[in-house]
């Protein structure tokens, strides 16, 4: 059970868009509709932005969207905004029971 | 609105029993999973395990031979044991709901988060 896969860093200005990619495996992502992301600001615990590969929880703004292709999944988040500067988690089911997350991403708002 | 709180000893020596409680407020205990994530410092987020109200427990392959996680329905707690800690396991840890029962088949409420140093 490896760590998915994300790229260390992305960065973009106010009110660009941004893709946060997540690459996992035909035995996790691949095989299962079950990615989430989640982001974490310094000192705080995870938030939920995305469930199911691309379902939003009631009160994440339509500017964050979820997508999968294969065995990658990815974020969205357009309109970036100084408050969305943060680190994401991408999160998958793996099978017999089991959860893996990614490495982690940091998000930097130019 | 759903709660979670969560303590335990934050400062154990190499070789002790690392031991959480997570206490879940305003909102059912049975029904759902829940689960322990793990954040060593400067690092991504580890899933550790998960349980639900009835006991039965998911584990993390590498950490299962050392992890116990329990409920106490009574009290609408759950709690995380850790053997023979290194180094290695000094981390945030989080207690967090699996919302699948409400349809979100994600963690959807997190604890504070506890941080635990090993250290000799």
């Known amino acids: 059970q490896s760590a998915l896969t994300q790229p260390a860093s992305v960065s973009g200005s106010p009110g660009q868009s941004i893709t946060i990619s997540c690459t996992g495996t035909?035995?996790?992502?691949?095989?299962?509709?079950?990615v989430s992301w989640y982001q974490q600001h310094p000192g705080k615990a995870p938030k939920l932005m995305i469930y199911?590969?691309?379902k939003r929880p009631s009160g994440v703004f339509n500017r964050f969207s979820g997508s999968k292709s294969g065995n990658t999944a990815s974020l969205t988040i357009s309109g970036l905004q100084a408050e969305d500067e943060a680190d994401y988690y991408c999160?998958?089911?793996?099978?017999?029971?089991?959860?893996?997350f990614g490495g982690g991403t940091k998000l930097t708002v130019l | 609105q759903v709660q979670l709180q969560q303590w335990g000893a934050g400062l154990l020596k190499p070789s002790e029993t690392l031991s959480l409680t997570c206490a879940i407020y305003?909102?059912?205990?049975?029904?759902?999973?829940w689960t322990w994530v793990r954040q060593p410092p400067g690092k991504g987020l580890e899933w550790i395990g998960e349980i639900n109200h009835r006991g039965s427990t998911n584990y993390n392959p590498s950490l299962k031979s050392r992890v116990t996680i329990s409920v106490d329905t009574s009290k609408n707690q759950l709690s995380l044991n850790l053997t023979s800690v290194t180094a290695a396991d000094t981390a945030v840890y989080y207690c967090?709901?699996?919302?699948?029962?409400?349809?979100?088949?994600?963690?959807?409420?997190w604890g504070q988060g506890t941080l635990v140093t090993v250290s000799s």
């Open positions: 035909s035995s996790d992502v691949g095989s299962y509709n079950l």
């Open positions: 999160c998958s089911y793996a099978g017999s029971d089991t959860w893996v």
């Open positions: 305003g909102g059912s205990f049975r029904g759902y999973y």
């Open positions: 199911e590969v691309s």
């Open positions: 967090a709901r699996y919302g699948a029962w409400d349809g979100v088949a994600a963690n959807d409420y």
